[in-house]
């Protein structure tokens, strides 16, 4: 059975840092590609960033470059966000998604989520 | 960035009646597009891939079609379990980008 389960949100002060992680399991890990997506509350979807199976590619929303790093461990199967530098509109349930490495594949697996809540 | 222009944002339908959900890309996206359910408190479910190929488990009722840069979702024979939010997705180029949402509310 197919498993992403996403932890290590919270609420975190405006400046502050979160690392938040998503342990997979039941398909090969490093044959997906790993992406977050986040949702605010009552708004849409906004994908947040991807990475490689073997991690040697990550993409950034503009909304957070810079700010955010997404790293994985692949002998873990676990999928990383750091977020440093947060602001309020980063508040959001924040899903991890994986995507067989294919060319062009849409997203296989969602995680449940984690919510995040910038506030002070 | 790839913009997705979804439309209705909501909808209001009967038990029974049969609903279309519209998006259009900015630029094209070869067939590269998905579409998702997600209801209250819940992650998104996929529906539909490459624009009108059904995922595994889906019923029929869900169907996808394209033409050129845009896409439609039609969902019929409304059961009380289809009222949800909608969103479509490409999966062309990074960014990956959304469309705004459809709430479907009973009427």
């Known amino acids: 059975e197919v498993q992403l389960v996403e932890s290590g949100g919270g609420l975190v002060q405006p400046g502050g840092s979160l690392r938040l992680s998503c342990a997979a399991a039941?398909?090969?890990?490093?044959?997906?590609?790993m992406s977050w997506v986040r949702q605010a509350p009552g708004k849409g979807l906004e994908w947040v960033s991807a990475i490689s199976g073997s991690a040697t590619s990550t993409y950034y929303a503009d909304s957070v470059k810079g700010r955010f790093t997404i790293s994985r461990d692949n002998s873990k199967t676990t999928l990383f966000l750091q977020m440093n530098s947060l602001r309020a509109e980063d508040t959001a349930v924040y899903y991890c998604a994986a995507r067989e490495e294919r060319g062009y594949s849409p997203f296989d697996y969602w995680g449940q989520g984690t919510l995040v809540t910038v506030s002070s | 960035d790839i913009q997705m222009t979804q439309s209705p944002s909501s909808l209001s339908a009967s038990v029974g009646d049969t609903v279309t959900i519209t998006c259009r890309a900015s630029q094209g996206i070869s067939n590269y597009l998905a579409w998702f359910q997600q209801k209250p408190g819940k992650a998104p479910k996929s529906l539909i891939y490459?624009?009108?190929s059904l995922q595994s488990g889906v019923p029929l009722k869900f169907s996808g079609t394209q033409s050129g840069t845009d896409f439609t979702l039609t969902i019929s024979s409304l059961q009380p379990e289809d009222f949800a939010t909608y969103y479509c997705?490409?999966?062309?180029?990074?960014?990956?980008?959304f469309g705004q949402g459809t709430k479907l509310e009973i009427k």
């Open positions: 490459d624009a009108s």
């Open positions: 039941g398909f090969t890990f490093n044959t997906y590609a």
């Open positions: 997705q490409q999966y062309n180029h990074y960014p990956y980008t």
